[in-house]
């Protein structure tokens, strides 16, 4: 029976020892936890303490390459040799600038500008004609010649010419709907030699009936392609844009204008872009 009491007293004063032994073991964790983030605060220079002989570890190591400005903007070497090259590029492009204003369209067209977007309205007998067009991406991408070409006009520069596609509305009092042609200038017939025919120097790709005013082409309403078109039936059509002042002379006049507004705004965006570099 002593024996027996004997080995309950030990068995007891062991377990208690490794719970003991457990509880010292696991207790100083926080303490090093808090430590640790002491180490970073007082690293990063927050602690106030002078941080001459003492790395800083949350702090870049190398500063980036910049030049002083009042507006906080990044600033670089790059940046301004390329504000010296917008500046150089803006001279050159008002050098060859016509004109500061839009040539004027004849046959009475009032025109409505909203920034590349261009509106040519005409009223005459009870219709109203409306013209529209942008000038972006209107410039047909350069061509490369035959390096005997190349070397004949190595001097003289091709002239620029816009040439965008342009809606035709046409709305009639008491009408529905608006018939709307769209159109464009085909690469091959922009330009005529000496002696040769005259053609139509732009074409109707589409028509159809839309409601009036509405710039989004209604997929719904019924689109007449011209690829597969009867030629009479296209040429009355392009009789009927005539008749309404839509003709050779007016796209020669169109080229014009879209040319002009086209090199006019590709101006102002080169000032935007010198004025964004330069951060002024």
Same mark, same amino acid.
Request: aromatic share 8%.
């Given at each position: 029976?002593?024996?027996?009491?004997?080995?309950?007293?030990?068995?007891?004063?062991?377990?208690?020892?490794?719970?003991?032994?457990?509880?010292?073991?696991?207790?100083?964790?926080?303490?090093?936890?808090?430590?640790?983030?002491?180490?970073?605060?007082?690293?990063?220079?927050?602690?106030?303490?002078?941080?001459?002989?003492?790395?800083?570890?949350?702090?870049?190591?190398?500063?980036?390459?910049?030049?002083?400005?009042?507006?906080?903007?990044?600033?670089?070497?790059?940046?301004?040799?390329?504000?010296?090259?917008?500046?150089?590029?803006?001279?050159?492009?008002?050098?060859?600038?016509?004109?500061?204003?839009?040539?004027?369209?004849?046959?009475?067209?009032?025109?409505?500008?909203?920034?590349?977007?261009?509106?040519?309205?005409?009223?005459?007998?009870?219709?109203?004609?409306?013209?529209?067009?942008?000038?972006?991406?209107?410039?047909?991408?350069?061509?490369?010649? +035959?390096? !005997?070409?190349?070397?004949?006009?190595? %001097? $003289? @520069?091709? =002239? #620029?010419? /816009?040439?965008?596609?342009?809606?035709?509305?046409?709305?009639?009092?008491?009408?529905?709907?608006?018939?709307?042609?769209?159109?464009?200038?085909? +690469?091959? !017939?922009?330009?005529?030699?000496?002696? %040769? $025919? @005259?053609? =139509? #120097?732009? /074409?109707?790709?589409?028509?159809?009936?839309?409601?009036?005013?509405?710039?989004?082409?209604?997929?719904?309403?019924?689109?007449?392609?011209?690829?597969?078109?009867?030629?009479?039936?296209?040429?009355?059509?392009?009789?009927?844009?005539?008749?309404?002042?839509?003709?050779?002379?007016?796209?020669?006049?169109?080229?014009?204008?879209?040319?002009?507004?086209?090199?006019?705004?590709?101006?102002?965006?080169?000032?935007?872009?010198?004025?964004?570099?330069?951060?002024?």
């Amino acid at each position: 029976m002593l024996k027996s009491v004997s080995r309950a007293v030990q068995l007891a004063a062991r377990l208690s020892s490794r719970s003991s032994a457990s509880t010292r073991a696991i207790s100083p964790a926080p303490r090093l936890s808090r430590t640790f983030s002491r180490s970073i605060w007082s690293l990063s220079g927050s602690s106030g303490a002078s941080s001459g002989s003492r790395p800083r570890l949350l702090t870049a190591t190398r500063a980036l390459p910049t030049l002083s400005c009042g507006c906080g903007s990044l600033h670089t070497e790059g940046d301004k040799a390329f504000a010296e090259f917008l500046s150089d590029e803006i001279k050159e492009e008002k050098k060859i600038q016509k004109s500061a204003s839009l040539p004027k369209m004849s046959g009475g067209w009032e025109l409505e500008l909203n920034g590349t977007e261009a509106k040519l309205i005409r009223s005459l007998a009870g219709e109203k004609v409306t013209i529209t067009f942008n000038v972006n991406n209107s410039i047909p991408p350069q061509l490369e010649e +035959e390096p !005997e070409q190349t070397q004949k006009g190595q %001097e $003289e @520069e091709p =002239d #620029i010419v /816009s040439t965008p596609n342009f809606v035709v509305e046409v709305t009639k009092q008491g009408a529905k709907n608006s018939l709307v042609f769209d159109c464009h200038f085909p +690469e091959d !017939e922009t330009s005529h030699g000496e002696g %040769e $025919e @005259e053609s =139509d #120097i732009f /074409s109707i790709r589409e028509v159809s009936f839309q409601p009036e005013g509405d710039t989004d082409w209604k997929e719904t309403s019924y689109t007449l392609n011209t690829d597969s078109l009867d030629w009479a039936l296209y040429d009355h059509l392009m009789d009927f844009l005539a008749d309404r002042g839509v003709d050779n002379t007016f796209a020669d006049e169109l080229m014009e204008m879209s040319t002009a507004l086209e090199h006019q705004e590709y101006i102002k965006f080169l000032d935007d872009l010198s004025a964004f570099v330069k951060c002024k």
